[in-house]
């Protein structure tokens, strides 16, 4: 791994922009103002011109689903899984998956992306494509408590036990919903978490249909029936959570629940808007996710950070709510927290190296009052030139470094054609 020096370069650090030389060793920031006593730079950087922020932390999504962009759109929810989306993914192959996740990291590395927390029904490839990348994952197969429950179970812990040495690849049992998943089955996850100590990534209170028939099922909402059942005792990053009692907010709080808000999947499915204003005033760690391109249709966390910026503003008709300095923390910090990803989510020594440099000569960007506001209102996800990723260059000047994206085009242009 190289040592690598980023010279005359401003940069994002503790929610300040200071002026910068960041010197990289092993994977870590060894310092932000310049090469410590012994450093030699394999690599030099010109960063004049340019800003250096916290690699962003995509905290929900589905990534093979990139092969879904622009496919299942203008329809119902309902129809969207059940009608269109789930047959495919029933008639898609490993390969299929594998290729349309590399697409997905592409896609993320080139609008400033460093981690993604992915869900996907097909074990295996999740893990190889981030690695390929070169980026930083936190994967959990798909459970869904029908038949072949156990087999998830299985293949979820073989994952586990094949990726649990590397630094870049943590995992999470995903339970997908409340609605896919019994209570045994999802007492069965539970004991899972217990024996091996991974974390919790469910869909929660997504729907209004989800709301009703929790309420018919069990009498409860489905936040009250998950903390009666247990599910909150084990760190839980839930994501969605756009129908919320005031119950539910107080509940999420009260037993440290992450939610990670996705913004414009909700908005394009139609299931509304999260109330995530409230959720912050109750002290929720909230987080940012783009959910899958089949849903959004785009994993760029700029055009995130912008519709996350807007809504509480329109729904709550008050234009001092949930600033960008906020969702520029929900894209980072709280992402990092959510995972259980130390030293993450911002640029300091001693912090792990995911840095994306962002060239600023762009009218949009001009002129730079506030850069906070520039990154959340202006920046396109264009701007991103360079990103590195646990000390590596994963792409520079706009060109993946481990990646033949020609390679990655070609292949999904070779899978849609029979769709």
Partial sequence: MENILIKNTKALSGGQVVEAEIAIASGVILSMTGAPEGFTADKVIDGAGKLCIPGLINAHTHVYMSLFRNYADDVAFTEWLFGR???????????????????????MVKSGTTTFCDMYPIAGMSAEAARKAGMRAVVSRGLTGSEGGER?????????????????VTHMLAPHAIYTCDTPFLERVMQVSDETGMLINTHLSESEKEIA???????????????????????????????????DIMLLAEKGV?????????????????????????????????????????????????????????????????????????ATLNGAKALSQENLGDLQAGWKADIAILNLDHPWMYPMHNVANALCYSATGTEVETVIIGGEVVMEDRRMTKIDEEEVYANIARIAKDW
């Fill in 85 to 107: 989306v789930l047959p495919k993914e029933d008639a898609m192959s490993v390969e299929d998956a594998y290729w349309g996740t590399l697409l997905g990291c592409i896609e």
């Fill in 152 to 168: 998830r179970i299985a293949e979820a812990l073989g994952e586990w036990e094949t990726w649990k040495h590397d630094p870049m």
């Fill in 213 to 247: 028939d929790c309420y018919a099922e069990h009498g409860c909402s489905p936040v009250e029936y998950l903390a009666k059942l247990g599910l909150f005792d084990r760190k839980t990053l839930a994501a969605h959570c756009v129908h919320l009692s005031e119950l």
């Fill in 258 to 330: 992450s939610v990670a808000h996705n913004p414009k999947s909700n908005l394009k499915l139609a299931n509304g808007i999260a109330p995530v204003k409230q959720l912050l005033d109750a002290g929720v760690n909230v987080c940012l996710g783009t959910d899958g391109a089949g849903s959004n249709n785009t994993l760029n966390m700029f055009s995130e950070m912008n519709f996350a910026c807007l809504l509480p503003k329109g729904v709550n008709k008050q234009g001092d709510v949930v600033s960008a300095n906020t969702v520029l923390q929900m």
